[in-house]
């Protein structure tokens, strides 16, 4: 099971076609995932630990690739997601997105 999430976050929408894109919900259920607290901090699946695209510059998701290397290495530091083994990265949006799954063995 992922561990964390992630997402490219340069416009508002593209967090929850992310989760519904993954397969992590249903078309048009990602608002009740998000309100669930499934994403926060300490939720089923924590999105943009490192705070996102606000905090990391519009790099079209690199800054969110380097976030979700620092958590599997256990170097996240007070933003640490305990045990993480596996992370979905979903960059850019529109024609250059892409995804990946980031993993420690």
């Known amino acids: 099971d992922l561990d964390l999430l992630a997402l490219y976050d340069g ?26 607290g499934a994403c926060a901090p300490g939720g089923r699946y924590p999105v943009n ?21 620092a958590q599997l290495w256990g170097d996240g530091g007070e933003r640490q997601v305990d045990g993480a083994k596996l992370a ?9 997105a892409g995804s990946m799954l980031l993993r420690r063995d």
């Open 11 to 36: 416009f508002s929408i593209f967090v929850p076609l992310w989760l519904e894109a993954m397969g992590l919900c249903g078309h048009g259920e990602a608002k009740d995932l998000i309100a669930s």
């Open 49 to 69: 630990t490192g705070g996102g695209q606000l905090s990391a510059g519009r790099l079209h998701g690199f800054g969110l690739i380097q976030e979700a290397c």
């Open 88 to 96: 979905a990265c979903g960059t850019g949006g529109g024609f250059i």
